[in-house]
């Protein structure tokens, strides 16, 4: 008999990024190889500009005006343009704050903890992803630079030495966002460009003009794939992803501290700072999941952002929104546990007072819609995705409205309490806001690459040097992994999934062309 | 083609061009084993455990962050309580005028961002980048190394370095190409 | 690759407990020791109240290792993890210790009196506690115990239960059924979590409130969790006696390692926020549980929380060469799980109040044999249970599909 280390080792080993059961492999459909990944990717640059980028860029730009000019009337103004009173100090500035941080935390999340998990399927969205937040971050930051209304004297947020000898407020919770936001802005830009560099060297070294070539060919450092600089760059990604790692949590958590360090029923709870997360995490995936669908669908790039990534992303979001609705309900649960009529009249005036229409709004949105996403056949409708990630969007932007609002408008003392309805000047920025972000989106899948091709490369088969496939490339495509594995004749539902969505739309022509270019090599 | 050079001419090494990463993955370890030291190989992505074929060390670069770290942490105490105690003595809300708690979330920050722009230039000072002009960018193959090919730059520099035996040895570890690279940077 | 559509699979005979193995002695001395201890410890401190206290603190931490495990099984289906296959029938057998638990909870029954006394017998005048009645009330809290454990017995014996009979027959539906079930799992072990620490834990100080409490116990559970079962690798796999064969390397116990400094950073976090909200905004009817934790010589067990229960396993578990040395490795994880026993001691043993102590009786920190008789007696039964259970079927799950990734898998 053989002995259990002979039997143990003789038990097939799959390749890299292939998963037995299905649910996690073929990341990359169509078997890409490594030209037509860079091909594909790179295309979406080279190819002529189309009348759609167009249509979205006029209409981000025409957004982008508006909010260039509620800032400028609410800076030549002030603040009082804006609809907020007393008490209800704190209005839509704060909640365009909070919704755009949080769609940020997303990219973050999939660029650097589903990195550290070792989640493959991250590779293909994380770009694109980290793209967004940085952008998302731009809008965030935008707020609280407004809102202080003397926006001439914002420096003093920062510890400079000045004539009066006056030092920020180190025990201020907005004085925490100051650093955190910036930071974490900061700290997105530099991973999202380690990662561009190799990626920028191979548009520079497939550049036709000698504009682009220069252009991308300063920001590529001269990057040549040297396997002494990839030696360290493994270890500089790894490391920023392990920083990045904790600072989502932190940024998250300490706009969570903005609230919850007051004594306010309602703001003031121990469990905000990871219910923020958790909430960030959940509205950012929306935010991926809709940008996706809209790129996948105007770039062809179905075999890339696969309906595996849909699906993944809704498991997320089913996730974070479960755990985001187990916070409201522990809030609620101790709002009565407490004994404290503070806290019951907060949490009770929430969700039937005067503001129940924006709770229940935040309720169905956050908590009810996700719930769709247990069933697979609604995972795997586009359109069901589209609009549950949407409503997810308006849920997560009317939970920071109800936290805000609904908490301050009833005062301790009765006779301040006030209504809050938001003024023209409230609408034009946040709506403006878009227009910032939709220019910033439209200006990157323009110039840079959406998808981090080097990165895309590394988990398809014939990335690995042990593999089968790794030997040639005409053995990429003479055998399927399956075919390898003791289970191969059970039926993959998963796997059904993935092709049925695509039918046979999947090559890309100039995949096709590629591969054959590359066989005939 | 080079074979044609002038012995005089200053050349930088001879540039192999392998098709699959499994090539040149084996090419690595033999020509880490033939013991040359001043050479490199150059793929689109990073393959995996090429860096044990090539028989490298381990990146410093942890230590540096790690270092850059604390630093910006204890700069950013240090900060708030010298602000706080020593600059600009003023009781806001009834806090004290230091306390570690509310120290804790700029402490954090400042640590993360020291230690981030610490990852970055420490990598940048490490591949010694950016360096825009180098000798291989003249070879018109070796523009798809980022793209999908993957090559095996042995330096004239190093000392066990002869350009025909070396060439040959590189055509034997299944090169499908090789050719010797001038350094026209040096004069 | 070839070769793999002739390969004979292992039979579950192949890869269980040798008979050479210590551990088929750990079931009869586990179970003698416990015994053993508990009753001495039950001896000595059943009337002053300080064997339910201490008992208390023994079964929430051995408990919290337990549904550690069982979180720990339902997120390698729920993510579909390859690497862990090797070790994870290590969890599924932490996990289904469960039932033991549930027996294990009668002592705490008897002991309502000394350890929920302020809520059972509510003072005539306190408007809270009345207010609170419909939730803290002996009928209900019974309901509740009863739903949690079966809750957890469930799910522990589901995952076990499926995981052993794919050894057998090697179907892979077996892990599409327990991919499928991790879902409702995680939503099912939240919330059991939450409110069996709050009804345990929480209500032993019935007016202090904090929504965090149910997280910060999730937090500890599953770092002493990581910590044992980081522990139990190294064990296992000693060289002469490795249960594994050499399969489980160095490369799954870095990994665990890293989860195990990820849940370090994560109960500091949790720690930290519900310590620092509370603190900040200094409300009173908050700011009182502090007051008892950090009374008298408790404010010194706290700063050991903050440095051995974060600062120096931080710094320890950063290091690579740390993770992958199995001697400091297996020093840490035991410094680790010493850790959650003192975190866990400090949140419940402050409110000890000895029976017929006087009105103005100040808690302090003073360890007495019954904390460290329960201890050691809830765990010499949690180790039978288990090693009763390593017994009966095969060391690796053998047939799981995801095996052989687990086989070659290889950390960055």
């Given at each position: 008999?053989a002995?259990?280390?002979?039997l ?13 059961i299905g649910g996690?492999?073929?990341?990359v459909t169509?078997r890409?190889?490594f030209?037509?990944i860079?091909?594909d990717v790179?295309?979406v ?15 981000s730009?025409?957004l ?5 000019l509620?800032?400028?009337y ?5 603040t009082?343009?804006?609809g ?7 209005g ?8 755009w ?5 997303a ?5 650097a903890v589903l990195?550290?998990?070792?989640q ?6 994380n770009?694109?992803?980290?793209a967004m937040?940085?952008?998302a971050v ?8 407004i ?6 004297l914002l ?11 006056a030092w ?8 925490w966002?100051?650093f955190a ?11 999202w ?10 548009m ?5 003009t ?22 360290h ?14 600072l ?6 300490i706009?969570s501290?903005?609230f ?10 121990t469990i ?11 509205s950012?995936?929306a935010?991926?999941?809709n ?5 996948r ?18 498991r997320?979001i ?7 609705g187990y916070a409201?309900a ?13 806290e ?11 503001y129940?229409?924006a709770y229940w709004?935040m309720?169905?949105c956050?908590?009810i ?6 069933f ?8 069901v ?6 409503f ?5 932007w009317f ?5 805000t ?6 005062d301790?003392?009765?006779a301040?309490w ?17 227009g910032?972000f939709?220019?910033?989106m ?19 088969p014939a ?15 003479s055998?399927?992994?399956?075919s ?8 993959h ?5 993935v ?16 591969q ?6 | 083609?080079?074979?044609d ?18 090539a040149?993955?084996h ?11 001043v050479?490199?190989s ?11 074929a090539?028989?490298?060390?381990r ?8 270092v850059?770290?604390?630093?910006g942490?204890?700069l950013?105490?240090?900060?708030q309580?010298?602000?706080?105690e ?11 005028l230091?306390?570690?708690q ?19 230039f ?5 591949c010694?980048?950016?360096r825009?002009h ?8 070796f ?19 002869d ?10 570890l299944?090169?499908?190409?090789v050719e010797v690279?001038?350094d026209?940077?040096?004069? | 690759m070839g070769?793999s559509?002739?390969?004979t699979w292992?039979?579950?005979a ?10 088929n002695?750990?079931p009869?001395i586990g ?5 053993a201890?508990i009753?001495?410890?039950?001896a000595?401190?059943?009337t ?5 206290f201490?008992y ?10 337990a549904l550690?495990?069982?979180?720990f ?8 993890a ?7 029938r290590v969890a599924?057998?932490i ?9 294990l909870?009668i002592?705490i029954?008897l002991?309502?009196?000394h350890?929920?006394?302020?809520w059972?017998?509510?003072d005539?005048?306190d408007?809270?506690l009345?207010?609170?009645?419909g939730y ?18 469930g799910l522990?014996l ?24 991790s879902?409702?799992a995680?939503a099912l ?7 069996a ?10 007016h202090?409130?904090?929504?965090m ?6 937090a500890?559970?599953?770092l ?12 296992m ?5 490795d249960?594994?064969?050499g399969?489980v ?7 665990i390692g ?5 849940f370090?950073v994560f ?10 909200l ?6 009173p009817?908050?700011?009182v549980w ?6 008298g ?6 700063y ?10 931080f ?11 199995r001697t ?18 400090w949140?419940i043993?402050?409110m000890y109040v ?10 302090h920190?003073a ?8 201890f ?6 949690f180790?039978?249970t ?12 053998i ?6 990734e687990?086989l070659?898998f290889?950390?960055?």
């Amino acid at each position: 008999m053989a002995s259990p280390t002979e039997l143990l080792s003789g038990i097939a080993k799959p390749m890299p990024g292939y998963d037995p059961i299905g649910g996690r492999d073929q990341l990359v459909t169509d078997r890409a190889d490594f030209a037509s990944i860079t091909s594909d990717v790179a295309g979406v640059i080279e190819r002529k500009t189309t009348i759609g980028w167009w249509v979205t860029f006029m209409v981000s730009l025409g957004l982008l005006g508006i909010l260039g000019l509620s800032v400028a009337y609410l800076v030549y103004n002030g603040t009082g343009v804006w609809g907020i009173n007393s008490p209800i100090g704190w209005g839509w500035a704060i909640v365009n704050f909070v919704f755009w941080v949080g769609i940020g935390h997303a990219g973050t999340l999939i660029s650097a903890v589903l990195f550290l998990f070792r989640q493959k399927w991250r590779t293909g969205i994380n770009r694109f992803a980290e793209a967004m937040t940085i952008f998302a971050v731009m809008c965030a930051l935008l707020f609280p630079t407004i809102h202080v209304g003397r926006i001439w004297l914002l420096h003093w947020v920062f510890p400079i030495p000045n004539q009066m000898s006056a030092w920020p407020n180190f025990r201020s919770p907005l004085l925490w966002d100051v650093f955190a936001v910036s930071i974490y802005g900061t700290t997105s830009i530099l991973f999202w460009y380690v990662g561009l560099i190799p990626d920028l060297a191979t548009m520079r070294d497939r550049a036709k003009t000698k504009i682009a070539r220069m252009a991308y060919g300063i920001f590529a450092l001269g990057w040549r794939g040297s396997n002494r600089h990839w030696q360290h760059y493994e270890v500089a990604y790894l490391l920023l992803a392990g920083l990045a790692t904790p600072l989502v949590l932190s940024v998250h958590s300490i706009v969570s501290f903005d609230f919850a360090v007051s004594q306010l029923p309602g703001w003031h709870t121990t469990i905000f700072p990871p219910y923020f997360v958790a909430g960030a995490i959940f509205s950012g995936f929306a935010m991926v999941m809709n940008l996706v669908i809209i790129a996948r669908w105007a770039f062809k790039l179905e075999h890339i952002f696969t309906m595996k990534h849909l699906d993944n992303m809704a498991r997320v979001i089913t996730l974070t929104g479960s755990m985001v609705g187990y916070a409201y309900a522990m809030e609620f649960f101790i709002a009565y546990y407490s004994g404290n009529p503070y806290e019951s009249f907060a949490f009770v005036n929430r969700a039937f007072g005067p503001y129940a229409w924006a709770y229940w709004i935040m309720v169905s949105c956050n908590v009810i819609s996700p719930q769709l996403f247990w069933f697979k056949k609604l995972r795997n409708n586009i359109a069901v995705l589209f609009i549950v990630s949407i409503f997810v969007n308006i849920g997560m932007w009317f939970e920071r409205f109800v936290i805000t609002v609904t908490s301050l408008h009833r005062d301790f003392l009765p006779a301040s309490w006030d209504y809050y309805s938001p003024t023209i000047w409230d609408i034009g920025a946040f709506v403006g806001s878009f227009g910032l972000f939709g220019t910033m989106m439209c200006l990157f899948v323009r110039f840079l690459p959406l998808i981090a091709i080097a990165e895309l490369k590394t988990v398809i088969p014939a990335a690995d040097p042990h593999g089968a496939h790794g030997h040639g490339s005409d053995h990429a495509h003479s055998d399927h992994p399956h075919s390898d594995h003791p289970h191969s004749d059970h039926p993959h539902s998963d796997h059904a999934a993935v092709d049925q969505g695509h039918g046979g739309q999947g090559h890309s022509a100039p995949a096709i062309a590629l591969q054959k270019a590359t066989h005939e090599h | 083609m080079s074979t044609d050079h002038d012995t005089n001419e200053r050349e930088y090494g001879l540039l192999a061009e392998f098709t699959n990463p499994g090539a040149v993955f084996h090419a690595c370890e033999k020509v880490r084993d033939a013991g040359f030291t001043v050479w490199d190989s150059h793929t689109p992505f990073p393959v995996h455990g090429l860096d044990k074929a090539m028989g490298l060390k381990r990146s410093p670069l942890p230590w540096v962050v790690l270092v850059a770290g604390l630093t910006g942490a204890s700069l950013a105490m240090l900060l708030q309580w010298w602000i706080g105690e020593v600059a600009y003595r003023m009781v806001i809300s009834g806090k004290p005028l230091f306390a570690w708690q509310p120290s804790i979330p700029i402490t954090f920050e400042l640590g993360v961002l020291f230690a981030a722009f610490a990852s970055v230039f420490g990598l940048l000072h490490l591949c010694r980048l950016p360096r825009h002009h180098h000798p291989l960018f003249s070879s018109t193959r070796f523009e798809r190394v980022t793209d999908d090919r993957f090559f095996i730059a042995i330096e004239s520099g190093d000392p066990k370095y002869d350009r025909e035996q070396t060439r040959s040895f590189l055509a034997s570890l299944g090169a499908t190409a090789v050719e010797v690279i001038e350094d026209r940077d040096v004069d | 690759m070839g070769g793999s559509h002739t390969k004979t699979w292992p039979s579950p005979a192949d890869l269980t407990l040798p008979d050479s193995s210590g551990w088929n002695k750990v079931p009869l001395i586990g179970a003698l020791i416990g015994v053993a201890c508990i009753g001495a410890a039950a001896a000595m401190g059943w009337t002053s109240g300080r064997f339910a206290f201490a008992y208390l603190t023994a079964y929430m931490y051995w408990l919290s290792i337990a549904l550690g495990g069982l979180f720990f099984v339902i997120i390698q289906f729920a993510a579909r993890a390859g690497w862990s296959v090797l070790v994870r029938r290590v969890a599924e057998n932490i996990a289904a210790t469960m039932p033991l638990f549930a027996v294990l909870f009668i002592p705490i029954l008897l002991n309502m009196d000394h350890l929920y006394h302020h809520w059972l017998h509510p003072d005539a005048n306190d408007a809270v506690l009345a207010h609170k009645a419909g939730y803290l009330n002996k009928t209900f809290f019974l309901v509740r115990a009863a739903l949690y454990f079966i809750t957890w017995t469930g799910l522990a014996l589901f995952f076990h239960r499926q995981s052993t009979r794919q050894d057998v027959d090697g179907d892979i539906r077996h892990t599409s059924k327990m991919q499928a079930m991790s879902y409702p799992a995680i939503a099912l072990f939240g919330l059991s979590i939450t409110f069996a620490a709050i009804d345990w834990v929480k209500s032993i100080d019935p007016h202090w409130f904090s929504t965090m409490w149910g997280v910060y116990y999730f937090a500890g559970a599953i770092l002493g969790f990581f910590a044992l079962f980081g522990l139990l690798t190294v064990m296992m796999t000693r060289e002469g006696s490795d249960l594994f064969h050499g399969t489980v390397t160095t490369e799954h116990r870095h990994d665990i390692g890293k989860f195990t400094f990820g849940f370090v950073v994560f109960w500091t976090y949790i720690a930290f926020s519900q310590y620092f909200l509370i603190w900040y905004a200094s409300l009173p009817e908050e700011t009182v549980w502090f007051k008892h934790h950090l009374a008298g010589n408790w404010e010194a067990v706290g700063y050991v929380l903050i440095g051995g229960h974060f600062i120096l396993p931080f710094l320890f578990l950063m290091s690579r060469h740390m993770k992958r040395n199995r001697t400091t490795y297996a020093m840490g994880a035991v410094w680790l799980l010493f850790m959650h026993w003192v975190d866990l001691y400090w949140n419940i043993m402050p409110m000890y109040v000895p029976h017929g102590a006087p009105a103005d009786y100040h808690s302090h920190f003073a360890l007495s044999p019954e904390d460290i008789l329960t201890f050691v007696g809830v765990g010499g039964l949690f180790f039978a249970t288990f090693a009763f259970l390593l017994r009966r079927q095969a060391i690796v799950p053998i047939r799981d599909p995801r095996l052989g990734e687990s086989l070659r898998f290889e950390n960055f």
